[in-house]
Structures are given as structure tokens and as C-alpha cells.
């Protein structure tokens, strides 16, 4: 691993390909700088396969499972279609061999000790080690009820706070998964899900300085605004 390159994070794509290849040219990634994409880089956009094959072709880029990938690779394991979204038959059918091989490699978690950043999809609960936590609790939590110990999507607890809201850290987490219009930055977290999808913008983070990067979306393509909060 390379000490001196830039680490990037880019948040949700689902399928945006467009807009995924107009942020790696304003990024001009060099030699040893290194590339994570957050997950939930297909389903719902215009070409996850697009996505996927551009994902594949970038030098040191790693990936995360989001929850959309993960609902998929269930499905295949499983053959068990009865957890499946309708839209995401519309990936299934575009999918290679090759593409699902890929995204059999997305990881769960990635993190970086030297500069004590903790990247994952979704999210964490604060009352637990972080280690602990199963994996289709982190691509999902968006909102925790630390009094019932609750915690899930915003439309299931739409009183309840951000899990990052509680967080403290340190690590300081970096995640996607929840879009809104804007960077929600914590103390100890930042999510990057800007809702490119829904027509708003493609955001980078570069963890080492802190900078943001984005790209607008060229369109709305499920016709639904982000919420604000
Ligand atoms: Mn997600």
C-alpha cells in the first residue's frame, strides 16, 4: 500500500456510468493514489453494467458491498427470488459471468489504521464494537433508536437520528448509502450519497485532505428528489 497517494472514496453510482467516467477525469487519478467505490454502484440508474465495467478497469480501486449488490449475491447463492426489488431484474438480465465475478469481491468494510478512517456502505450502530456488526445491518442502518435499541431505514424510524448523529469514533467513517442533497459530515463521519440517481451530483472524497469532488448528475433518472434530511 502506497503512503503517499491520494485515497478516494466515491459514494452511491447505481448505474450512472456517465457521470461515474466525468468524475474520474476531474479525479486524474496518478500511479499511487488508490480508489474506493462505496457500493451500490449498480440498479435503478442506466447502465450498472457500464458502471461495472469501468469499475473493473480502474488500477487500485477496491469495493464495497451495498446493499443493492448484496440483495443480488444473496440471490444468486440462494436462487431465492423472493427478496428481489423488481428493478433488479433489469441488472440481472444485463449481467455477465464476469461482472458477477467481480462483484463477488466487493469486501464489507475497508480501513485505512494509518489515518484511522473506517470506509462501509451504510453504516454503523454506536452501541456496538463496530466488528461485531453483520453485514446486512452495515450496508443497510441509516437511522438508530439508541433508547430501543432500534435502528434501521429512515422510512421504517422516520423520528429516530442518523446513526452518525450518536457516532463518535474514532474510526472516523467514511459511507454512502443514504442520499441526501448535500455532504452530511459529522465529527467523527461523512456520508457522500448526493443522490446522483435522483438527479443531483456524483461526489469523491479524498480522506487524507478532506476535499470534496463532485459532478453534477445529467439527469433525474428514477423522477424522486433526495430527501433533504
Ligand atoms: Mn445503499
Known amino acids: 500500500m502506497s503512503e503517499t497517494g491520494r485515497i478516494f472514496a466515491i459514494g452511491d453510482i447505481h448505474g450512472c456510468r456517465i457521470e461515474f467516467e466525468h468524475l474520474l477525469q476531474k479525479l486524474s487519478l496518478k500511479n499511487d493514489d488508490q480508489l474506493v467505490l462505496l457500493g451500490d454502484l449498480i440498479n435503478r440508474g442506466p447502465d450498472s453494467k457500464g458502471v461495472l465495467g469501468v469499475a473493473r478497469q480502474l488500477p487500485n480501486v477496491r469495493c464495497l458491498i451495498g446493499n443493492h449488490e448484496l440483495r443480488l449475491l444473496q440471490y444468486r447463492s440462494s436462487s431465492d427470488p423472493t427478496k428481489l426489488k423488481p428493478y433488479d431484474w433489469d441488472t440481472i438480465y444485463q449481467l455477465s459471468d464476469a461482472d458477477w465475478n ?3 469481491t466487493f469486501e464489507s468494510h475497508i480501513e485505512f489504521p494509518e489515518i484511522e478512517t473506517l470506509l462501509v456502505h451504510g453504516g454503523f ?3 456496538t464494537p463496530w466488528q461485531d456488526q453483520p453485514l446486512e445491518d452495515i450496508v443497510n ?31 472516523f467513517v467514511v459511507c454512502g448509502h443514504t442520499p441526501r442533497k448535500e455532504v452530511y459530515k459529522q465529527k467523527s463521519s461523512i456520508c457522500i450519497d448526493t ?13 487524507k485532505s478532506k476535499q470534496i469532488i463532485q459532478v453534477a448528475a445529467y439527469e433525474d433518472y428514477v423522477s424522486k428528489n433526495p430527501p433533504v434530511k
Request: proline share 10%.
Open 102 to 104: 467481480f462483484i463477488s
Open 125 to 127: 450502530v454506536p452501541w
Open 141 to 171: 442502518i441509516q437511522v438508530v433508536d439508541e433508547r430501543d435499541k432500534e435502528y434501521g431505514k429512515r422510512s421504517h424510524l422516520p423520528k429516530a437520528p442518523s446513526w452518525q448523529d450518536l457516532w463518535k469514533g474514532p474510526p
Open 195 to 207: 443522490g446522483c440517481v435522483y438527479g443531483t451530483r456524483l461526489t469523491a472524497f479524498e480522506l
